[in-house]
């Protein structure tokens, strides 16, 4: 009973010390509620860890690279069937405790919402994405867009590379022309900062006559 009683207290520190300091409490003052003993817990502690306290450490590591590699958009459903198919026994409850004591949660990523519809594609260049919108991992689909910006001086151009799972801007260059190396300068920059080595479907506008949506794998 007092082993248990020294595991909740170590889990819930854990948890509220993930939370900003303004709302921690005192390790005394939640022993002191617990009725622990102050000394046979720290002396308990210094024990050398369990099985169970060695597996606990493991799976949060493996949580914690589930999560990075999701560029921290995958929450506790996502990373328990991760988990699931590398043959970890766990449930998303579990999970879903872990992520909270090590300070971590999915980023909400908003839906995507059609708001035009253009039917006249082009005859040369297919649309592959065939308005799938909402891809299951990142770097799985990118979106180049080109804004004009108007100043005092003239138009600046805006490109930039959104990755459509998270709906971030992952890339961005500022030109005052539209010349196609503005266009791969960008790419570029993009496969750099995610370190691409494998093809991906590439989104773009392909604005002249047929105003049609162009995807390609890069």
């Known amino acids: 009973m007092t082993k248990a009683l020294y595991t909740a207290v170590s889990e ?3 948890e509220i010390n993930a939370l900003p300091v303004k709302r921690r409490v ?28 060695i597996h606990r450490a493991v799976l949060k590591e493996k949580i914690r690279k589930i999560y990075d590699a999701s560029h921290q958009n995958y929450g ?33 990523v908003k839906p ?47 490109t930039s590379i959104m990755d459509l799972y998270s709906r971030k801007i992952i890339s961005w260059v500022l030109s005052d022309t ?3 190396a503005n266009v791969v300068e960008c790419i570029e920059k993009a496969k750099k900062h995610r370190k691409i080595d494998k093809p991906l479907i590439f989104h ?15």
């Not at 005192?26 to 306290?53: C, F, M, Q």
């Open 76 to 108: 506790a459903p996502k990373i328990t069937a991760e988990l699931q198919k590398s043959g970890e026994k766990v449930t998303e409850k579990t999970v879903g405790n872990y992520m909270r004591q090590m300070g971590i949660k999915a980023q909400w």
């Open 178 to 180: 539209l010349k196609a």
């Open 26 to 53: 005192s390790v005394s003052g939640i022993l002191n509620k617990s009725g622990v003993s102050r000394s046979g817990y720290h002396a308990w502690k210094k024990r050398v860890p369990s099985d169970t306290e």
């Open 112 to 158: 995507y919402v059609q708001t035009t519809t253009d039917s006249d594609f082009s005859r040369k260049l297919k649309n592959i994405l065939d308005e799938e919108f909402n891809p299951d991992h990142p770097d799985a689909v990118w979106c180049l867009d080109i804004t004009y910006i108007w100043t005092r001086e003239g138009f600046v151009y805006l």
């Open 12 to 14: 819930y520190v854990e």
């Open 204 to 218: 773009c506008d392909y604005a002249e006559k047929t105003k049609t949506f162009t995807s390609y794998t890069a």
